[in-house]
C-alpha cells in the first residue's frame, strides 16, 4: 500500500490504464445491452464508432481539397474507411460512398443508457484525472492509499466484468467465463473499504 501511494513510477501508470480498462467496460456494456440484447448490435456498434469516423473522413476531405490527395484517392481512402465501419457509410444516388447521418454517442451518454452501473462514470471521471494531468491530479497522486483503493476494487471489478460481456457478445465458450468469474468473485470478496457501488 505504501508502494502504490508514494512511488509515483509505479502508482500513475496503473491509474492511467485503469481508466482505459473502465473505458472498455462502458463500452462492452454498452454494446451488449443496446446491442446484443436488444439484436441491435450494427446499430449500436456505428454509434460508439461514428465520432472516430467522422474524424478520418474529415482529415481526408481536408487532404483532398488542398489537393494533397487526388480525387480517385480521396475516393480510395473512404472507400477502405467505409470496408472498415460499413454500418457508418452508404452510397449515394451518384455511386458515391458517403458519410451516414448517425447520432454518435459518447462514453457518457453510454453510461447513462445503462440498466445498471450508471455509477461507473463517476469512476470513469475520477481516474480520468490522471491523464489530464492537472492541480488535482497531483492531489490525488500525493493522496493516501485508502482514498484510491476504496476504489480500485469496484473499477477491477467493472473490468473482469467487462471481459464477460465480452465473452458472451462473443459466444465464448463457458468454462472460459467461468475462470474469469472465479477472478472477479474473490475481487468482490476482498475487505469492504469502499463507498463506490457495482449495482447502480
Avoid at 446484443?36 to 474524424?55: G, L, M, W
Avoid at 447521418?101 to 461507473?120: C, F, G, W, Y
Avoid at 469496484?154 to 475462470?179: A, Q, R, S
Avoid at 463507498?195 to 447502480?200: K, P
Wanted: hydrophobic share 40%; charged share 25%.
Amino acid at each position: 500500500m505504501q508502494r502504490f501511494s508514494y512511488a509515483l513510477n509505479f502508482k500513475f501508470p496503473i491509474e492511467v490504464l485503469i481508466r482505459n480498462g473502465l473505458l472498455d467496460f462502458i463500452t462492452a456494456a454498452y454494446l451488449f445491452e443496446k446491442g446484443h440484447r436488444e439484436n441491435n448490435f450494427s446499430e449500436a456498434f456505428a454509434k460508439i464508432n461514428h465520432q472516430f469516423v467522422k474524424s478520418q473522413y474529415k482529415k481526408c476531405k481536408e487532404l483532398h481539397q488542398k489537393e494533397a490527395i487526388t480525387e480517385e484517392e480521396f475516393q480510395q481512402e473512404i472507400i477502405e474507411l467505409s470496408q472498415l465501419y460499413p454500418n457508418n457509410f452508404e452510397v449515394d444516388g451518384n455511386g458515391y460512398t458517403i458519410i451516414k447521418k448517425i447520432d454518435a454517442i459518447m462514453p457518457n451518454r453510454m453510461a447513462e443508457s445503462l440498466t445498471q452501473h450508471k455509477n461507473v462514470y463517476v469512476l470513469y471521471g475520477y481516474y480520468s484525472q490522471y491523464e489530464h494531468y492537472g492541480i488535482f491530479s497531483k492531489f490525488m497522486i500525493d493522496s493516501l492509499p485508502e482514498y484510491d483503493f476504496d476504489k480500485l476494487k469496484v473499477t477491477f471489478w467493472y473490468v473482469f466484468l467487462g471481459v464477460i460481456l465480452c465473452f458472451e457478445i462473443m459466444e465464448i465458450p463457458i468454462d472460459h467465463k467461468n475462470t474469469i468469474n472465479e477472478v472477479r468473485n474473490k475481487i468482490l470478496a476482498m475487505p469492504e473499504v469502499c463507498t463506490y457501488t457495482t449495482d447502480q
